[in-house]
């Protein structure tokens, strides 16, 4: 078995890439949604608008081939508390070049009455596609 190591991948015109490989993300995101909205870290992702309480565009440094990718999110609050309200984040309005993600949460424990939040501190999100 050969291993391949490399510190850096070009496409052909010697620039860097948003290589296609099967498998690979095509975007990934971390991110603080409050207090202090920031980029924490990032791959293909230039910017997030905040379009109100719970609600983000999420905007790709390079669009996506089509608007069949798959978005993966965790939302938390970024504590340890086993009696942390339930946060969750859905995917809407996706383009070749953004995606709106809007955050929702129970108001406490299992509690039917849901809403769009501002207490989400964490978003990790990860995008899957051509």
Known sequence: MSTLKVN????ASGGTSNLSIDGAAKAWLNMNAEP????????????????GTGDFTINFAT???NTNYLVVNSA??????GTDVCSWAGVHS?????????????????SATISRSNLVELLDI???GD
Do not use: P, Y
């Open 8 to 11: 850096n991948i070009k496409d």
């Open 36 to 51: 202090a909205e920031s980029i924490r870290d990032s791959l293909n992702v230039s910017s997030f608008t905040d379009n």
């Open 63 to 65: 669009a996506l081939a």
């Open 76 to 81: 938390s609050r970024g504590q340890d508390s």
């Open 94 to 110: 996706k383009t070749t070049s953004s995606f709106g993600m809007g955050v929702f949460q129970t108001n406490s424990g299992f």
């Open 126 to 128: 990860v995008v899957f």
